[in-house]
């Protein structure tokens, strides 16, 4: 199998292609923004053969509801049944699946890469999602991952459609602030945590760019991982280079803060679980010849690899970003060599989880925008129940509506908006002790578990927590069971 993969500098296009496609973005005459001039009467009804696009969007502002929320879903919900039966375009939530007929631009097999979209005309928001998968960093286990993991590394299997789930979701119920927003999915083909150059084939050469030159104002969020980490800069400078400074690009990192910490045990580093993330990432940048962002390059020079992990780049960052980021989280745990199923974890690596924790609490201290539950998970933002989980009472999506006004009141010289926190990280010491985390299952049954049965597998010691903190243990069961 040749080893084809994505080239950043084309990748950046890509991105531009998504966002430009067929001048839809500049071109458009937008609607359903907020108007600040007084309202005026009505111009005389036209014939709908008289219009070029029959596409209607109606303005909607969540600040003076923000307190009423589930109502107001409901409300616009049932707007939007009872419109449907009068509206020209059917409502179709699915994401369709986009080939690049370039072909430099490829998975690691040579098959095209593409990108599902889903467009919401009158919006001026565009979600950009980037998918997550690991790495491999030769050619042994790179083809041992196209054995096990083909669709990381090919896309002839990729369905034509693609129904958006969490922050992807059209539906108000699910994704609150971000349902209107323009959809895009790009999935993870190339098997170098979106940053590498030396294209594997000689397919590879230039393409032009495909931007129109009309002047346009919008919103770009890239979401997804490390990718997004390593690339919102380079996306967010090469706009401006070509004269969109008016767009503006932020980022949203789900899981992508990884620490290049000790493991737990070492073993024989022959494959991106056994190598510590470190070495996984040494290897890797060679392998792929990877580039990564300027600023974190010429603070770790000859030593590249750093950028990779979210507290050494994020300094060097000049986009907003908002990191969402588990205390415990699986992947990390995975690469440390600690391993959750079967038997009960044992003392030793129970006190690494925790550690664990309060590494990573101490590494999100100083990022402004931030979400991380105690929870044990990996990724969020794309599951359905992102929405339900809370830290000190507040949700994601809650959280980065907040992130997104206090942006907004920044650039127009506002003071940050009133009981809107942006900076949320849970305080308590062991997983799940977050009532809110999502569903606990055994690992090796699938069984669902209650947050005692959880903690008792992971080695917690009721008793001896019991006697350290003078109470009886069956009061500290009840309070573990209540999420106390």
């Not at 589930?70 to 409502?91: E, G, I, R």
């Not at 999602?129 to 090919?154: I, P, Q």
């Not at 000049?318 to 959750?340: C, G, H, M, R």
């Amino acid at each position: 199998m040749k080893a084809a993969r994505m080239v950043p500098s084309l990748l950046l296009v890509l991105f531009l292609l998504v966002l430009m496609q067929s001048g839809a973005l500049c071109a458009r005459r937008f609607r359903g923004g907020r108007n600040p001039q007084p309202r005026r009467s009505p111009p005389p009804p036209t014939h709908r053969a008289d219009r070029g696009d029959t596409t209607e969007s109606f303005p909607l502002d969540f600040t003076a509801v923000e307190e009423n929320m589930d109502n107001f879903m409901t409300q616009v919900k049932n707007l939007a049944q009872s419109l449907y039966p009068c509206s020209a375009q059917k409502l179709d939530h699915d994401m369709k699946l986009n080939f690049l007929v370039n072909t430099s631009v490829t998975c690691n097999d040579g098959s095209p890469a593409g990108y599902y979209l889903k467009e919401s005309r009158g919006s001026r928001r565009w979600l950009i999602f980037l998918e997550g998968g690991w790495y491999c960093f030769n050619k042994e286990n790179c083809d041992s991952r196209y054995e096990t993991m083909r669709r990381f590394m090919s896309s002839s299997k990729w369905p034509q459609t693609k129904r958006g789930t969490g922050i992807l979701s059209p539906l108000p119920e699910e994704n609150p602030h971000w349902w209107n927003a323009n959809m895009v999915f790009i999935p993870y083909c190339s098997s170098d945590v979106w940053s590498g150059v030396t294209a594997k084939t000689e397919q590879s050469k230039k393409l032009l760019s495909l931007l129109s030159h009309d002047d346009c104002s919008f919103a770009v969020c890239f979401a997804g991982g490390t990718g997004v980490l390593l690339n919102v800069d380079r996306v967010a400078e090469l706009l401006e280079g070509m004269g969109y400074a008016g767009i503006q690009v932020r980022g949203l990192s789900d899981s992508g803060w990884f620490l290049d910490n000790k493991q737990y045990h070492c073993t024989d580093c022959v494959d991106t679980i056994g190598c510590t993330p470190t070495e996984t990432i040494k290897r890797g940048i060679k392998y792929w010849g990877s580039v990564v962002p300027d600023r974190c390059r010429q603070s770790h020079e000859g030593e590249e690899w750093n950028c990779f992990f979210g507290y050494r780049v994020f300094p060097s960052i000049k986009s907003p970003v908002f990191v969402v980021q588990w205390l415990f989280d699986e992947a990390q745990l995975t690469v440390d060599n600690i391993q959750l199923t079967g038997q009960p974890v044992q003392e030793g690596q129970w006190r690494y989880i925790q550690n664990l924790g309060i590494e990573l609490r101490n590494t999100l201290k100083d990022v402004p925008a931030m979400f991380a539950p105690a929870c044990l998970s990996h990724e969020v933002i794309t599951r359905n129940y992102w929405i339900d989980v809370q830290v000190k009472g507040t949700s994601l999506p809650r959280a980065l509506h907040c992130w997104d006004r206090s942006l907004h009141d920044s650039r127009n010289n506002k003071p940050p908006p009133k009981a809107c926190p942006v900076h949320l990280i849970d305080n308590c010491p062991w997983p799940h002790c977050n009532p809110t985390c999502p569903t606990i299952r055994d690992q090796f049954t699938g069984q669902e578990m209650s947050v005692v049965q959880f903690l008792m597998h992971m080695g917690f010691d009721v008793q001896k927590m019991a006697q350290q903190q003078g109470m009886d243990p069956s009061k500290l069961l009840g309070m573990l069971s209540s999420g106390s």
